[in-house]
């Protein structure tokens, strides 16, 4: 039987992972704690994910693709050092605001 995912709920998974690890630390922020705050059940998020530990990984490989894109975007545009970590420093500022208006999700 194939898994239906629900875009929404993993999306949901993954700032709550993000919220919680942050609050709590890896050790404090439980599945059921991550599941909770996203309003699934713990049995969808292990549907999706062995545990926390290959959901953080995933979260990180989200971030490393988004940074190695951009780094090849600004490559390509034939940007100096300076511009490209100027760009990427404010491609992540204008992604910490919208994270900031569209969830309750703060890092820093």
């Known amino acids: 039987m194939a898994r239906i995912t629900d875009q929404k709920r993993i999306d949901r998974l993954k700032e709550s992972t993000m919220k919680l690890v942050v609050a709590h630390g890896f050790g404090g922020a439980s599945v059921s704690l991550i599941a909770n705050d996203a309003n699934v059940a713990s049995g969808y998020f292990y549907l999706h994910y062995k545990g926390k530990y290959e959901m953080v990984n995933t979260l ?10 951009k780094l090849e975007e600004l490559t390509e545009k034939g940007s100096n050092f300076n511009s490209i970590i100027e760009n990427l420093i404010r491609h992540f500022f204008k992604w910490r605001i919208m994270t900031r ?6 890092m820093f």
């Open 60 to 69: 990180l490989q989200d971030v490393y693709q988004e940074v190695v894109g």
């Open 101 to 106: 208006l569209n969830s309750n999700f703060y």
